[in-house]
């Protein structure tokens, strides 16, 4: 089981980027999936999780701006993210618990920046 992530980049503050994040491999249960973010030298913290029923949580500092959403038939966890600002700037992770194990993607970078 693997996740790959993909949308990072660079964006101009007040823009918006797409993540992707899609589960392959041997898969029998999908739970919660969800978004972390990592900023230099501290440690990786929530941005968003959903559930598989489609209930959602945000970190307060993304509340309005991102939105988190899943195709379960795809395996594939998205977060929109709007009004970017460049404090937003980290290395973004997907994570899910796939078959009742925890699994990362490799990271993206979004950096926000004029």
């Known amino acids: 089981v693997q996740l790959v992530e993909s949308g990072g980049g660079l964006v101009q503050p007040g823009g918006s980027l797409r993540l992707s994040c899609a589960a392959s491999?041997?898969?029998?249960?999908?739970?919660?999936m969800g978004w972390y973010r990592q900023f230099p030298g501290k440690e990786r913290e929530l941005v968003a999780v959903i559930t598989t029923g489609g209930s959602t949580n945000y970190a307060d500092s993304v509340k309005g701006r991102f939105t988190i959403s899943r195709d379960n038939a795809k395996n594939t966890v998205y977060l929109q993210m709007n009004s970017l600002k460049p404090e937003d700037t980290a290395v973004y992770y997907c994570n899910a618990n796939i078959n009742w194990y925890e699994y990362w993607g490799q990271g993206t970078q979004v950096t926000v920046s004029s």
């Open positions: 491999g041997r898969i029998f249960s999908i739970n919660d």
